[in-house]
């Protein structure tokens, strides 16, 4: 793949099964505007635009778009003439390989009026002249969704991986249940529990009161070294996974002292390192 890069606006197309939707789905993590699969006409509309629009602008067109094969080269032509950095990509792949995607994701070709063997062909063949104006060919054959992305994002010009990705730290109860979108689950009932304080029960952990009584104890602040070690660990490895969004699930007993104050404190250093995070305490008000 040229390593020059693109800022957009973008045209993918291709084969059915070739990968175009990893692709749009990959620029709108990247706040990219993905129109897919509207009538070929209203394809210039959507270019009367500011500059600073059309720079995130991506329109997904293929064989389900009505009069694509008669009618492309001539709206391209307008499209050029409305913007010079506009980029058509298009996607491709082996037909065994094709064959095999579709068996496994047990869709239907869009021309699922004949054989798909026959269908994958037919399509090839027809969208030949749009391939012919492509400025990028892309051939998935041999890549994973994940390679796939990163020459997407790379061709946008993006490279930071930890900025695009969310880290999500939510405090919870065990009696309500770890939250399902847990990716990490710490669970720290093993450290001092304020709710034995007469004074501290109807605290919550991110209390001043609270976070001064955890002071008086070296192990919370090296049980939190140490599980920040690790997420520190964990979450580079997460993003070059391309994963939009990590939830760390931190749980106490009530999820009201325990986690909530080490979540606020692993959330607080996981933002000093980078990273985009979100703190969400599900049942720290439950008890009130």
């Not at 957009?8 to 990219?32: A, H, M």
């Not at 980029?87 to 699922?112: C, D, G, Q």
């Not at 020459?151 to 939510?170: F, N």
Request: proline share 5%; charged share 25%.
């Amino acid at each position: 793949m040229a390593e020059q890069t693109y800022r957009g606006p973008f045209v993918i197309t291709g084969l059915s099964g070739s990968g175009k939707t990893v692709l749009s789905r990959s620029l709108e993590d990247l706040g990219y505007v993905c129109v897919d699969n509207i009538p070929l006409e209203m394809v210039p509309e959507l270019f009367s635009t500011s500059k600073a629009e059309l720079e995130k602008l991506v329109v997904v067109v293929d064989v389900r778009t009505r009069g694509l094969t008669e009618k492309f080269a001539e709206i391209f032509s307008e499209l050029s003439r409305m913007c010079s950095a506009l980029r058509i990509v298009f996607v491709e792949a082996t037909p065994i390989v094709l064959m095999r995607r579709f068996s496994i994701a047990r869709r239907p070709h869009p021309l699922r009026d004949r054989s798909l063997e026959q269908a994958i062909a037919d399509e090839r063949a027809s969208l030949m002249p749009v391939r012919e104006l492509a400025d990028l060919i892309i051939d998935t054959t041999h890549l994973t969704p994940h390679d796939l992305k990163r020459q997407i994002l790379s061709l946008a010009g993006s490279t930071e991986s930890a900025q695009r990705m969310l880290v999500a730290v939510e405090s919870f109860s065990y009696l309500q249940g770890v939250p399902v979108t847990a990716s990490v689950v710490l669970d720290v009932r093993f450290l001092p529990n304020p709710y034995f304080q007469d004074s501290l029960r109807s605290l919550p952990g991110d209390d001043g009161a609270v976070v001064e009584w955890f002071a008086r104890f070296p192990e919370v602040e090296e049980a939190i070294s140490r599980l920040l070690d690790l997420l520190l660990y964990l979450l580079p490895r997460y993003a070059h996974e391309l994963k939009a969004e990590v939830t760390i699930a931190v749980g106490c007993t009530g999820g009201r002292h325990r986690s909530v104050f080490v979540a606020e404190r692993i959330g607080a250093a996981i933002r000093e390192a980078g990273y985009e995070v979100a703190i969400h305490h599900r049942d720290r008000d439950r008890w009130r």
